[in-house]
């Protein structure tokens, strides 16, 4: 076999922090590479040097024997070389076809050729079996459905290799294997891909050969069959880390309680007729593929969305309407999906931040001025307890860590010993050791008789932490499962919206 | 070549950029003095001396520098809770109108008049400043296009108030309101010159304004609120409470410039009595990186051309127009240099 694809002694600098070091990797003909690391390995910056986003400090890029220029994307495209984002650059308001043609087509040309690129796109979806309607318009489209187009993107622009970045990221695992299926299609075609992931199994389940970074350097290349998950986790994080375990424990009384609550949006359906309740001590995991109404689900109960119909109960009390001022006065926490656009207020300080949300208690501040002592003392309490690190009361909160600020905010909720605490993917994007220690904040919380709502895309990580399981599909929750009769082929189907309707009291 | 983000902004770069926006700027205001057929640096020599080279002319610099100091903050506030407050030349206006028309016939002892007509300038403003605010909080309509209209709209109506209810009858025809009575007149800070007790006022806004901004609830919020609305938003802090807040409060501080320069200055309120100091504000601010004490350095940056250009008109012929040139390039060059400040160009 013959390398289509060599990337020689890559190295790329961001100022003091080494992305990459002397990173060298080649792909052949028909084959599909896996590229293994831990968020911040380096993965992604490797891609984009090699479609020209970046150019590189050292090192050079060869397609099919030519070295590329650097800093070309349309090199790369020219080339063969097709990318397919882990965010997807489609323009929502146009379709199929359009989006397919943007950017293909020479931009004097007066009019575009839409019979000749219909007839193309249309050879492509049927050679490599990724059906679609071009006239459909992309904002209607399901992610899975996003991401055909995005692969098609690529092949439409004459793609030979083909690389993606976190392509499962957005999708179930059926949707997920069902892709796998059509990329090792497309290798008998004579494509060959490369693809980014942090997930063992897919990487076993998919992969030829695994290319493992770790901290921008190449630690190790693998035949995927000779090699097992356990070697990989340890080749990619470095040493070993364990998750903590759920202890049993017995559960409390129930602290919040949805009762048949709807949530409307601009007049869309976000939350649908949904019933749930946490109890202390418990953790109650909602399961689902992204967009299914988890962002709602946490708008609520971040105070941010009220319900329209049904009543929300914290510890008795009415909190539909509360906002999210009065759920924290009345003893909610929450941890917001998003860290950076609702956790942080990322050029503010890390005191500051800290604070934030109880700004106004007389604990910190007094006839409207901040006490600043007591906020700063408040912050480096945090930074220690919840082990915060390369972090000062003073530091904006920006410089830290995806893990370290996630940490802070688990500890500005948890400082206060919260009734309820709301953790809405509270390991997004970390990496191994700080997903470990966020595990073990959470079960400390639970220990402790928090009620502790999990809203978790990791089907493996609402396993492993919660005591019941509720699936959210479209807006609707299903009948909570236990944790222990869950199986991996129950709550598949649960997240499919297969729940039998029997148990829909 | 492509933008890269700093990781941190030195706080030295903060400071020079200013200063190298200013130099950018009089570079690039040198061509246009050029081809006047002028020599660029003696044209400056003449404006540094017409604003910095005498006794009288410093302190008709610091008269100038007094509203700017305070429309300067007004949108320094405003801007920092990304509420973009382009209406500092009405609030001005209505300041200045309300102090005249009140102070003309108030019955109360001289300084605390004084101090009531401030009042009712700085209220005069903010109440302007609230429609435009609740505007965009209740309806989302772009403050930017209703504060500046209202400009022009304040702006006719004082027209119409000194041609008819305020008219000065004492002004020969002359349109002016009415003055402000003389008990109200503030105070000479130097003897025999126009600069008064108001740039100590104007002084001790910017650290009040300093003290809010960093030391009180309302502050933070407002920082807050403006760096990261929907982080500000599920901590709790009610943002169309904090945007009135900070509208007005921006909007008294331009009210404030208004009161100051008529007790200060004209006594009475005309349509030209404002060489644009609302806009000037932007510029100042922006100049300030939006900082409290920034804002008073930039005051007198931006006060100086103004004054040093009528000295340089005068004595080379280049139109005094050049220092509405400088000041809207400082402008640009600041943006500029504010984009280098955060992030840094790469090859």
């Known amino acids: 076999m013959t390398a289509v694809l060599e990337l020689s002694n890559i190295t790329k600098r961001f100022g003091a922090l080494t992305a990459n070091e002397d990173v060298s ?25 090699l479609f020209g986003h970046y150019n590189a400090d050292e090192g050079e890029v060869r397609v099919f024997g030519e070295t590329l220029p650097p800093g070309k994307p349309r090199a790369a495209i020219a080339a063969g070389v097709g990318m397919v984002h882990q965010h997807f650059t489609l323009a929502g308001n146009l379709t199929v076809l359009e989006n397919v043609m943007l950017g293909s087509e020479p931009l004097g040309r007066m009019r575009s050729d839409r019979a000749s690129a219909r007839r193309k796109l249309m050879a492509i979806s049927e050679r490599f079996g990724l059906p679609v309607d071009p006239d459909s318009k992309v904002s209607r489209l399901s992610v899975g459905e996003r991401q055909r187009i995005e692969i098609l993107k690529a092949l439409y622009r004459d793609a030979r290799i083909l690389i993606l970045d976190e392509p499962t990221a957005v999708l179930a695992r059926p949707e997920a294997e069902r892709l796998f299926e059509t990329l090792r299609g497309m290798t008998k075609d004579g494509l060959s891909l490369i693809f980014i992931s942090h997930k063992l199994h897919e990487v076993m389940a998919a992969s030829d050969r695994v290319a493992v970074l770790r901290g921008g350097k190449m630690v190790a290349e693998r035949k995927t069959a000779e090699t097992s998950p356990a070697e990989l986790a340890e080749l990619m994080v470095g040493r070993s880390v364990e998750r903590p375990v759920r202890e049993d424990q017995s559960i409390g009384a129930p602290v919040l309680l949805a009762d048949h609550v709807t949530v409307m949006d601009d007049g869309d359906t976000k939350l649908d007729d949904v019933s749930f309740t946490v109890h202390a001590g418990e953790i109650l995991g909602i399961v689902g593929v992204s967009g299914n109404g988890q962002g709602a689900l946490g708008a609520l109960l971040s105070g941010l969305m009220h319900p329209s119909a049904g009543t929300l109960t914290l510890d008795g009390i009415d909190a539909g309407q509360l906002g999210p001022r009065g759920l924290i006065e009345a003893g909610a926490a929450r941890v917001p999906e998003d860290r950076h656009a609702e956790g942080a207020v990322g050029e503010m300080t890390v005191w500051e931040n800290a604070v934030l949300e109880r700004l106004r208690s007389t604990e910190f501040s007094k006839s ?18 919840f082990d915060v690190r390369g972090a000062s009361p003073d530091t904006r909160i920006r410089l830290l860590s995806g893990g370290n600020m996630q940490k802070l905010i688990l500890g500005r909720c948890l400082a206060t010993g919260p009734r309820f605490l709301l953790a809405n993917q509270p390991t997004r994007g970390l990496d191994e050791g700080a997903i470990a220690a966020v595990h073990a904040e959470l079960l400390a919380a639970r220990a402790e008789g928090a009620a502790i709502l999990l809203i978790s895309e990791e089907l493996e990580e609402a396993v492993q932490l919660s005591d019941r399981i509720q699936a959210i599909v479209k807006g609707r929750l299903s009948q909570p499962v236990m944790a222990g009769e869950a199986d991996s082929r129950k709550l598949g189907l649960m997240m499919a919206g297969v729940w039998e309707d029997s148990d829909a009291a | 070549m492509r933008l890269e983000r700093r990781e941190t902004v030195p706080l030295a770069l903060v400071a020079t950029a200013p200063l190298v926006a200013i130099l950018a700027a009089l570079v690039l205001a040198a061509g ?106 209740r309806f989302g309509v772009d403050e930017v296009v209703t504060t500046l209209l209202l400009n022009f709209i304040v702006i006719l109506f004082v027209g119409l108030m000194i041609e008819g209810p305020l008219r000065d009858p004492l002004a020969f025809g002359w349109p002016q309101s009415v003055p402000v009575d003389g008990d109200y007149r503030l105070p000479d800070l130097v003897p025999r010159t126009r600069l008064h007790i108001g740039l100590m006022f104007a002084i001790a806004a910017a650290g009040v304004v300093w003290l809010v901004l960093t030391r009180t609830v309302f502050g933070v919020e407002t920082r807050a609120a403006g760096l990261n609305a929907r982080a500000a938003a599920f901590a709790g802090i009610s943002l169309s409470r904090t945007i009135m807040g900070v509208a007005l409060v921006s909007g008294a501080l331009a009210g404030l410039a208004g009161a100051v320069e008529v007790m200060g200055v004209t006594g009475g309120v005309t349509t030209t009595m404002s060489p644009g100091f609302g806009y000037a504000g932007i510029v100042v601010a922006m100049l300030a990186a939006l900082h409290p004490a920034g804002v008073v350095a930039a005051a007198i940056f931006v006060a100086t051309v103004f004054v040093g250009a009528d000295a340089m008109s005068r004595a080379t012929g280049v139109p005094s127009f050049i220092s509405d040139v400088i000041v809207a390039l400082s402008l640009l060059t600041m943006l500029v240099a504010l984009l280098f400040t955060t992030y840094r160009l790469r090859r």
Not at chain 1, 30 to 47: R, V, Y
Not at chain 2, 64 to 91: H, S
Request: include cysteine; charged fraction near 10%.
């Open chain 1, 25 to 49: 990797l080649s792909l052949a003909q028909g084959e599909i590479l896996a590229l293994l690391g831990e968020n911040g390995a380096g993965k992604t910056t490797l891609m984009n040097i």
């Open chain 1, 368 to 385: 409207g001025f901040v006490r600043r002592a007591a906020a700063r003392a408040h912050a480096a309490d945090l930074i220690k307890r």
């Open chain 2, 32 to 137: 246009l003095i050029g081809a006047a057929g002028v020599n660029p640096l003696s044209a400056y020599g003449e404006m540094l001396r017409g604003a910095l080279g005498s006794r009288l002319s410093i302190t008709e610099m610091l008269t100038r520098a007094t509203p700017l100091i305070l429309t300067g903050l007004a949108a320094a506030v405003a801007f920092r809770a990304r509420l973009w407050n382009i209406g500092g030349e009405g609030q001005f206006y209505v300041g200045a109108l309300t102090t005249a028309w009140i102070g003309h016939s108030l019955g109360l002892p001289g300084p605390l008049g004084i101090a009531v007509l401030m009042v009712c300038g700085m209220a005069a403003g903010a109440l302007l400043h609230a429609g435009p605010a609740f505007l965009r909080l």
